[in-house]
Each structure stands twice: as structure tokens, then as C-alpha cells.
């Protein structure tokens, strides 16, 4: 590693922080929307096969959340198609009459709102979905693209290369097919600029725990590697390692085979590439830096080394018990289709029940990124602190969750309401119309400490996890949902008195009662 690169991430997770009050360069940036890129990649030489119909996960979200426990079956086909199908696939267009700055040109069919069941920043959806497969998944052994306006896969390579993916993550335990997630940073950078690499991080975590979740409740497994040698994979699959960076590899079960085809040579490499739709595209210093210093820290940490980083245990203080959790019975798919952002729809004159509160404080408190360096005895990394506007039985003010106690331990008393909506930037949301605004925050320099540089990869999947778990949930409690990150942090860190335990607030997660009979348009996919 080089001087210039190594902690690198610390200097960035700072100015992420700051950036509420020290805008980070380039301030006066206006994206580019006539020459905006596609919103995946395009491959016009490879060929393509339409993937199985996907069938509905019928069960229930609770069901999900528990996960499967050491149940690990076998990925079919099928089961593999109806994950990605569910979770980066299109379901659908939408058309609500709401308060995002994009509602004039929805209606075009050009800008139209394709929406998927994993959340992504800005809706841009940057993370590219590769298959490396060998014998036993029912496919040609190869390399494949999923192609998601198509739902197919797309071959860019023949042959059986899972010997490569194995050395590049020195996995203990081989696997035949791995899902290996990317991220063309140009379909996410052309709008944030060197915010990008914050943003794309936690879309790599909405994606792997809407798989989580999805094949938690198939009885399958899904455990990302996060730190392997990039180099090689991306060399593999051809790629130029400045404009798509790979965050995660994730090995599938598959049910035995014996290989059946010659050997791939060593310096095979995926010959396709990607056709750019975009002019003109930019670069950003800073995006460079951050995304080559956590590239280049290879070294994988040992087991249990997060344990000094986890969460600090709850403090004292005045606590609001609270009523058992609401079940969460909607079917897996149909709270995936469910969700959606509310961006303005909120309606401060129907509290919600402390039972729904329950129940995302729950959920959203145990979702984790489980990774190889894992301790068995490690607390979660995030902690989920929540400001109460209008919730029934919940007197107002600003709280730490404690998941244990299944309890409230009260921050501050005063109404949040004015400070809410005071350090917020954007005019898409009210907050002090919403029921509960949920914060969650992990200890980002102390996993760095711990991790070294890639570690930032894991703060942010993780709290890009615990939005998809907010999201999926209150569409199956029935409830108004929406994630934000355009806050001041620092008055948060001040406002929640967390100056002195390192940790830093992330995004914010919104939820309410929706206003009624506004106009809304839907077209189902699925």
C-alpha cells in the first residue's frame, strides 16, 4: 500500500460526517441529466437466456428475519432466479403524486420509475450482479451477467473458472458457483460525485440482505466474503478496476457434480465489455482515493477482530418499555413489491401504534452483514437510536433502543419535531409529520482501527442492511417508509450525546401513517 492511499478511509468517513457543514468538492456540481448513464450495464455481443419465471416466497417476514438457522439447501435454478428476480429485477412502474424533486418527469416513459424490491440510493440502482458458475448449477459452467430489464443472463464466458474465484477469496470450504457484486461507479457518480462511494457502499448491503432475506426464508445460506483480492476477480471478469470495483463475493451451495470439461487456462478473462451510454464521462479525485485504498487493503483480519468495535452495551437512563412486537405476516415477495419511499405522504394526524414501532426497532436493531472475520461471541456493529413524533403510548423525544430490554432509554425529552425537520437539507420529506425517525449508528473509526480500510465496506453494507430491513418491514406492517441521508450528522452526534462514544449516525430512517386518496399510479411486472 502506498502513503498516499493507506487510511485513507478515515479521512473520508470524517468528511462524510462533516459534510452537512463542510461541503466536500466539487460544491457547485450539477449533474448531467440528458447524458445520463444506463442503469446497468449493456453487453450488445453477449448472448442471453431468459431465466425461469420466478415463483412468490410465501413465507412470512418474520419468518424471514429469523433466518434459516444451519438449514443450507442446495441453490437450484429456479431458487436462484426468483432471488434476483425479487430482489434487483424490475416488479413494476410507479407514478404517486408525491414531494421528490423528480415527480415532473416520471411520466415519461424515457424517466419512468421502474422500481425493484432492493433499495438504492437516488433510485440509480449502480451494483452489477455477476454469476461465476462451475459444474452442479444446472447451467454451462461460466461466467454470466444478469441482465435485470430482461431478467436473463447474459454468458461472458465459457468455462469453468471457480478455481480463481476460490484462490482470490481463500475460502476454507470450496464453493462451485459464487454471486459476485460490483459497482459501476459512473451510473451512481455522475449524480453524487465523490459522495458516490458513501452511497454505492450501502447499496451493496440492501442487496446482499434482500438475498438474505429472500433465501433466509428458503432455508438457504448467504454469507458475503468482503475482503479477497479485487485485482484478480476484476481481472477476471475484465473489468478496469478504477470505474467498477467489486465489494462482495458470496458463495452458493450447490448440490455435488464432478467437473466434466478440460481446465480454463490461468489468463483467461472475460473479452466483453460494457457499451457506455453517457458522452461524457467524469472523474472524482477523492471517489479514486477512498475506492483504491480500500481496494488495495487485501489483508483479511483475523476472526473476532471486530469485537473491540461492536456497539457499546445500552446506557442508563429513564426507560419506556415497550409492548411486544407486531407480527410481520406478509409473505416475503409481496413486502419486497411493497416497498417504497413516501416522499411527502406522511400524515402527523394518526399516530401509530407502539406495537408497529416494536416491531421495526427489532427488526432493524438485529439485521447484521455476517462476513469471515465473524467471532462467535460478537456484538452487532450498528446501534439504533429513534426521535418519537407520534406514536401512541410513546411520550415525544429522542431514544436509544435497547434490543435486550426490548425498552426506550430516553436521550432527550423535547418534541424533535423542529430539530428534525431544522437539520435536514432536502424539501422531499416533512419530518415532523412522520411517526418515528430511526437512527442508526456504528462506531466507523474504531471498525476501521480494527479492520483497516476495507472495513468501511462493512459499516456501510451494514447500515445499508438495516435500511432494507426497515424498508421490507413497514411495508409489511402497512406503513409509510422512507431512508434519507441529506441530514447535518454533526447536530445529530450533538443531539444524542455521541461525541463521546465514536459513533456516527449514517442515514435516517423514517416511518409513519400515509396521507389517503392522493393520486398513484401502478403497473405490475410480477
Not at 45 to 72: C, I, N, Q, S, W
Not at 245 to 269: C, I, N, Y
Not at 345 to 356: S, T
Request: hydrophobic share 45%; with cysteine.
Amino acid at each position: 500500500m502506498t502513503p498516499d492511499i493507506s487510511g485513507f478511509a478515515h479521512r473520508y468517513a470524517t468528511a462524510i460526517l462533516r459534510r452537512g457543514r463542510e461541503p466536500m468538492p466539487p460544491v457547485d456540481f450539477t449533474p448531467d441529466w440528458a447524458d445520463a448513464p444506463r442503469r446497468g450495464k449493456y453487453y450488445p455481443e453477449a448472448t442471453a437466456f431468459p431465466l425461469p419465471a420466478p415463483a412468490a416466497v410465501t413465507a412470512d417476514l418474520d419468518t424471514a428475519l429469523r433466518g434459516p438457522g444451519d438449514a443450507d439447501e442446495p441453490f437450484t435454478p429456479e431458487l436462484l432466479a426468483g432471488m434476483l428476480h425479487h430482489s434487483y429485477g424490475l416488479l413494476g412502474r410507479r407514478l404517486g403524486i408525491q414531494a421528490n424533486t423528480d415527480l415532473a418527469a416520471l411520466p415519461s416513459y424515457a424517466h419512468a420509475n421502474w422500481y425493484r424490491g432492493t433499495a438504492s440510493g437516488g433510485g440509480l440502482y449502480p451494483c452489477s450482479v455477476y454469476w461465476i458458475t462451475g459444474p452442479g448449477a444446472g447451467v454451462s459452467p461460466g461466467v454470466y451477467y444478469y441482465a435485470h430489464a430482461r431478467h436473463a443472463m447474459q454468458r461472458l464466458l465459457a468455462g469453468d473458472v471457480t478455481a480463481r474465484v476460490n484462490a482470490a477469496v481463500g475460502a476454507r470450504h470450496p464453493a462451485t458457483q459464487f454471486l459476485v457484486v460490483g459497482v459501476k461507479y459512473w451510473q451512481n457518480a455522475f449524480k453524487y460525485n465523490n459522495f458516490s462511494y458513501h452511497a454505492v457502499s450501502m447499496d451493496v448491503g440492501t442487496l446482499v440482505q434482500t438475498w438474505r432475506l429472500w433465501a433466509g426464508a428458503q432455508g438457504r445460506q448467504i454469507r458475503p466474503i468482503l475482503w479477497f483480492d479485487q485485482a484478480a476477480v476484476a481481472d477476471l471478469l475484465g473489468l478496469a478496476p478504477d470505474d467498477e470495483a467489486l465489494f462482495a463475493v458470496v458463495p452458493l451451495t450447490s448440490a455435488v457434480a464432478t467437473p466434466d470439461g478440460p481446465p480454463v487456462p490461468a489468463t483467461v478473462r472475460v473479452r466483453h465489455a460494457d457499451r457506455e451510454r453517457s458522452r461524457t464521462v467524469l472523474g472524482f479525485d477523492t471517489l479514486r482515493r477512498i475506492h483504491r485504498s480500500t481496494a488495495a487493503a487485501v489483508d483479511r483480519p483475523p476472526v473476532g477482530a471486530l469485537a473491540g468495535a461492536a456497539a457499546h452495551p445500552p446506557s442508563g437512563g429513564f426507560r419506556v418499555p415497550l409492548p411486544a412486537a407486531r407480527a410481520m405476516e406478509m409473505p416475503v415477495s409481496d413486502a419486497l413489491a411493497g416497498r417504497r419511499s413516501s416522499f411527502g405522504r406522511f400524515l402527523a394526524g394518526r399516530p401509530i401504534p407502539a406495537e408497529q414501532l416494536a416491531a421495526l426497532l427489532r427488526a432493524t436493531a438485529a439485521t447484521t452483514v455476517p462476513c469471515e472475520i465473524d467471532g462467535g461471541d460478537d456484538r452487532p456493529l450498528a446501534k439504533v437510536y429513534a426521535f418519537v413524533n407520534h406514536v401512541a403510548g410513546v411520550p415525544a423525544g429522542g431514544y436509544e433502543y435497547d434490543p435486550e430490554g426490548h425498552a426506550l432509554i430516553r436521550v432527550t425529552g423535547d418534541p424533535p419535531g423542529e430539530f428534525l425537520q431544522r437539520t435536514y437539507f432536502l424539501a422531499n420529506y416533512n419530518l415532523e409529520q412522520a411517526a418515528a425517525v430511526l437512527v442508526p449508528t456504528v462506531r466507523t473509526h474504531a471498525v476501521l482501527d480494527a479492520t483497516g480500510d476495507r472495513g468501511y465496506n462493512l459499516v456501510n453494507a451494514t447500515v445499508g442492511a438495516i435500511a432494507q430491513t426497515f424498508y421490507t418491514a413497514a411495508a409489511a406492517l402497512r406503513l409509510g417508509a422512507g431512508v434519507a441521508l441529506g441530514f447535518d450528522s454533526v447536530s445529530y452526534v450533538e443531539e444524542l450525546k455521541l461525541a463521546d462514544t465514536g459513533e456516527f449516525p449514517l442515514l435516517i430512517m423514517l416511518a409513519g401513517d400515509e396521507r389517503g386518496q392522493l393520486g398513484d399510479y401502478r403497473y405490475e411486472l410480477r
